[in-house]
């Protein structure tokens, strides 16, 4: 902290900017500095602060508007506009949009972390221990000979020995509970992929199950018909996975399925499978599996299933939806809303790190040779493919919770811990939200009319969602509510939703039978004919197994430098009725996270993975 006199021979009257002027000493190289914010005191007693928390990485002259929220109106002064648009013709040079992969949203035009502007780049800590973490998985495998072995599995139980060094009591149970049905159903509520199961209201013409067929599970005094009429049946329906690419590994092809599972509310209140289909053509060489058939038959059909939800879960439901539109939000908002916004203030906590991971992921994740082309049927061409499908399909209702769950129809679902919390979550958030959207635009007229926000909102629509009308995502906004619930997405996407599918992946993916990565035979044709021995052929081999569970354990632990959900340790607001609205937020969170807790204390799987305590405020991992 330094301390400067300023004098001036005359009044100043209000202060609107600050210059900042980094010049080059002596023969010295660049070296980048941080500046946390600018505090001006005057001598009547006037006080300016003027946040700013970024790195000067420059010679040159920066200019800082005082921290005061403030939207472009006709009695903005010129002074005040100018400086924005330059703040954000510079910014606009450093962000430009590339398309990485056709139909899907566009990202910043890097290729490497190293030419990403520095205040995108990790943190030191953060860096260091993300590279740990990667180095140390990778090594552990090594070692124990894993990643050379192109076996197939001898027995299930030498799975365990992969990650014997590193194990979560929820991931233990996962190891013992896989082949049950009631734990198979409990994922579609409370696994890292809870947003997949709809009520079914009418079976579909080719997923032909018959009363005699689930006789047996639904037992003599009830039957499907009467079951659906009471809103018991769900329906999962893998058909997007249906002509995606498949990879060859180990000089192998390997097969994916696209099926539809239909699932049962039972009067103990528990989601159990009673009727599988692998394909989404029915026929004679695609037979129904039933929980009646043998025991490895039915345990290999699950585990198609599992494997089709792996594949939506990742590409879909994590990348997709959170990690790149997590990016476009970063990139518009730098793009289009200068710091003195209140929206930026609103936001810039939830983009904290985001296009670092992701660039990280395009290069080492998803890109050529990368960790989905080692482990992962949907590599080498068939995550660009499922993108682009999940893309022409995508509605606004799937990534606004409240409007999801009801057009799913599980809002009475029993045990359904996803949505409790995260109703709660959303809520608190929305209410956040309302409170800053509406302290700082005094009307409608004054959202339509601010042309920042609209640019901003517009941008999105058309480099996120690709100028989608069919989607019903706005491009524009012509009320508070509406700017208020829009908002409300960005946040919960960028913060609890990735919490959700990014947390529980170690745990539920580390023991590898109940969500393979790949199968490396195709789906049987007829009954009676899977045994123990033709389930392992068909799971991943030794090394696939091995690189898989590295990847989910790196990715499943937030490195060093976390920034929990409500913790907004840069004040980039600095009016007192927003730090009030930011301090009822935080109560609020933390009157969810002390629920959250206590329900977990009594129960052997627990459900934490929307506790705002360890959820981080952006996609950063």
Not at 37 to 60: A, Q
Not at 370 to 398: E, H, I, R, W
Not at 602 to 619: E, F, G, H, Q
Request: charged share 20%.
């Amino acid at each position: 902290v330094d301390e400067y006199d300023i004098s001036s021979d005359i009044d100043l009257g209000t202060i609107q900017l600050i210059r900042l002027y980094k010049e080059r000493y002596l023969c010295f190289p660049e070296d980048a500095w941080f500046c946390n914010s600018i505090k001006v005191t005057c001598p009547n007693g006037d006080f300016y602060e003027f946040p700013f928390y970024r790195w000067i990485s420059h010679f040159g002259t920066i200019e800082i508007q005082q921290g005061k929220g403030m939207i472009l109106t006709n009695g903005t002064s010129p002074i005040i506009k100018e400086q924005r648009e330059c703040e954000l013709e510079a910014k606009r040079k450093t962000h430009s949009w590339k398309t990485y992969a056709s139909g899907a949203p566009r990202c910043i035009n890097v290729d490497n972390v190293l030419q990403l502007p520095p205040n995108d780049q990790f943190t030191f800590m953060k860096t260091v221990h993300f590279g740990y973490d990667l180095l140390s998985s990778d090594i552990g495998i090594k070692l124990k000979g894993y990643m050379d072995c192109k076996e197939t599995w001898k027995d299930l139980n030498d799975i365990r020995r992969v990650f014997c060094l590193k194990r979560t009591a929820n991931s233990d149970l996962v190891a013992e509970l896989w082949k049950k049905d009631s734990f198979f159903g409990y994922q579609y509520l409370n696994g890292v992929n809870p947003v997949m199961i709809k009520k079914c209201q009418k079976i579909p013409e080719n997923f032909p199950v018959t009363q005699d067929m689930v006789s047996s599970s639904l037992g003599s005094a009830t039957n499907l018909q009467k079951e659906m009429q009471n809103g018991n049946l769900f329906l999962a329906d893998y058909k997007i996975l249906e002509g995606i690419p498949t990879n060859v590994i180990n000089g192998e092809k390997q097969y994916l399925s696209a099926p539809l599972c239909l699932l049962w509310q039972s009067s103990y209140n528990e989601i159990l499978p009673i009727a599988i289909q692998i394909n989404q053509t029915p026929g004679e060489k695609n037979p129904i599996f039933l929980p009646s058939d043998p025991e490895w038959d039915w345990t290999l059909a699950k585990t198609w299933v599992r494997n089709a939800e792996f594949q939506v879960h990742e590409v879909i439901t994590h990348l997709l939806h959170t990690h790149l539109f997590a990016e476009v939000f970063n990139m518009a908002t730098t793009r289009n809303l200068p710091m003195g916004h209140p929206i930026y203030k609103l936001l810039i906590p939830h983009l904290r790190f985001t296009l670092e991971i992701n660039t990280l992921a395009r290069k080492q994740l998803i890109g050529s040779g990368g960790l989905f082309d080692q482990a992962v049927v949907t590599g080498n061409g068939g995550v660009p493919a499922l993108m682009a499908k999940a893309m022409k399909s995508l509605a606004y209702s799937s990534l606004c919770l409240p409007d999801d769950l009801e057009d799913r129809g599980v809002q009475s679902v029993p045990n359904y811990y996803y949505r409790d919390d995260g109703i709660k979550i959303w809520n608190a958030m929305e209410r956040y939200v309302s409170d800053i959207v509406h302290y700082y635009y005094e009307s409608d007229e004054a959202v339509a009319n601010d042309p920042e926000l609209q640019v901003w909102v517009a941008e999105i629509f058309q480099e996120g969602f690709l100028s989608n009308k069919n989607s019903g995502i706005p491009s524009s906004f012509a009320t508070r509510v509406e700017a208020t619930k829009y908002l409300t997405m960005v946040i919960f996407a960028c913060s609890a939703q990735h919490t959700a599918v990014n947390n529980g992946q170690f745990d539920f993916f580390a023991w590898m039978p109940n969500s393979p990565t790949t199968m490396r035979k195709p789906p049987p044709a007829t009954k009676g004919t899977t045994t123990y021995q033709s389930f392992l052929e068909t799971l991943p081999a030794v090394n696939t197994t091995a690189t898989a569970m590295g990847t989910v354990a790196v990715l499943s632990f937030d490195p060093l430098d976390p920034r929990p959900v409500g913790c907004y340790r840069n004040s980039h607001f600095t009016e007192d009725a927003p730090k009030k609205f930011i301090q009822e937020f935080k109560e609020k969170i933390s009157e969810i996270s002390k629920h959250i807790n206590e329900r977990n204390e009594i129960m052997k799987l627990t459900y934490k993975y929307l506790d705002p305590n360890t959820m981080n405020c952006s996609v950063s991992i």
